[in-house]
């Protein structure tokens, strides 16, 4: 119904900067929100940022004044750009998209993207 793909993750020296995109296709009839979960090692999934179609953003306290999250609604995509990179960021990154979808039935749903693994190291 809804797929996403994630690119830009790689590995980076603390300080650093990485720009991680993520585009949504499918039967997309309204797409609500986009944003970034990610998994450390040893550790639960947790909010990272998330954009609501009108602009409102969610950011998580750990990475305020350093992420930044955007969307081009035209494109479906959503951007995360993060900045002053510290290893506790080392993770695994997920798209996330809660849209409206009208095939097979008319119905909101979370849908996720595959991870792509950021890793801050010197």
């Known amino acids: 119904q809804v797929q996403l793909v994630e690119s830009g993750g790689g590995l980076v020296q603390p300080g650093g900067s990485l720009r991680l995109s993520c585009a949504a296709s499918?039967?997309?009839?309204?797409?609500?929100?986009m944003g970034w979960y990610r998994r450390a090692p040893g550790k639960e999934r947790e909010l990272v940022a998330t954009?609501?179609?009108?602009?409102?953003?969610n950011v998580a306290d750990s990475v305020q004044g350093r992420f930044t999250i955007s969307r081009d609604n035209a494109k479906n995509r959503v951007y995360l750009q993060m900045d002053i990179l510290k290893p506790e960021d080392t993770a695994v990154y997920y798209c996330?998209?809660?849209?409206?979808?009208?095939?097979?039935?008319?119905?909101?749903?979370?849908?996720w993207g595959q991870g792509t693994q950021v890793t801050v190291s010197s």
């Open positions: 996330y998209c809660r849209a409206l979808v009208v095939i097979p039935t008319r119905r909101v749903g979370d849908y």
């Open positions: 499918g039967s997309i009839a309204s797409n609500i929100a």
């Open positions: 954009i609501t179609s009108d602009g409102y953003r």
